[in-house]
T-cell receptor, first 115, second 113 residues
Framework: GAVVSQHPSRVICKSGTSVKIECRSLDFQATTMFWYRQFPKQSLMLMATSNEGSKATYEQGVEKDKFLINHASLTLSTLTVTSAHPEDSSFYIC???????????FGPGTRLTVT | KQEVTQIPAALSVPEGENLVLNCSFTDSAIYNLQWFRQDPGKGLTSLLLIQSSQREQTSGRLNASLDKSSGRSTLYIAASQPGDSATYLCAVPQGSGTYKYIFGTGTRLKVLA
């Protein structure tokens, strides 16, 4: 099956700093990628849709100026958490869709801890 | 607006039991449904994908069924093992022609040795 990678797997940063998370589709081209966040013992919540070559589409309640998304190529999308605060600490997961099967492939996730 | 519910929220069973996890969705106009497994602190592993034209899919000890008209899917796990302990999530597209998935609340399964 298709493989999606994320980097880093874990990151700890100080409050007020910015953190960039990368999501790569390793063996297929993804015109659309998605970013989710997951709080402990809760399900995944969609944050935004990342579209290659255009602006991301954010879900209601997600601050686009805080969570910057860039999808500059067909295999890479990045999520930058700007001016991070402790409440941004979460598990962030990306996914990429295969248009042929409409199946989504998920990355292994990035654990962000803001101190 | 699509809503996805999973019951039970948590389940603890002895090893060897056959078990059924349930997933309900409110909008039946879906083109597929996926079941995932998530181990603590890890990402998602896709278990089964059922297209809207299919009634069920099987992989090893897992069998997933889909009844669009009633808005339900079940994941059947045969002869459960301690290694099956994880959270199981179902997900459906938010609407037609979109990749945006809505996830269920999950079922936390613990299989006791």
């Amino acid at each position: 099956g298709a493989v999606v990678s994320q980097h880093p797997s874990r990151v700890i940063c100080k409050s007020g700093t910015s953190v960039k998370i990368e999501c790569r589709s390793l063996d297929f081209q993804a015109t659309t990628m998605f970013w989710y966040r997951q709080f402990p013992k809760q399900s995944l919540m969609l944050m935004a849709t990342s579209n290659e070559g255009s602006k991301a589409t954010y879900e209601q309640g997600v601050e686009k100026d805080k969570f910057l998304i860039n999808h500059a190529s067909l295999t890479l999308s990045t999520l930058t958490v700007t001016s991070a605060h402790p409440e941004d600490s979460s598990f962030y997961i990306c996914s990429a869709g295969d248009w042929k099967t409409y199946e989504q492939y998920f990355g292994p996730g990035t654990r962000l801890t803001v101190t | 607006k699509q809503e996805v519910t999973q019951i039970p929220a948590a389940l603890s069973v002895p090893e060897g039991e056959n078990l059924v996890l349930n997933c309900s969705f409110t909008d039946s106009a879906i083109y597929n449904l996926q079941w995932f497994r998530q181990d603590p602190g890890k990402g998602l592993t896709s278990l089964l994908l059922i297209q809207s034209s299919q009634r069920e899919q099987t992989s090893g000890r897992l069998n997933a069924s889909l009844d669009k008209s009633s808005g339900r899917s079940t994941l059947y796990i045969a002869a459960s093992q301690p290694g099956d302990s994880a959270t199981y999530l179902c997900a459906v597209p938010q609407g037609s022609g979109t990749y945006k998935y809505i996830f269920g609340t999950g079922t936390r399964l613990k299989v006791l040795a």
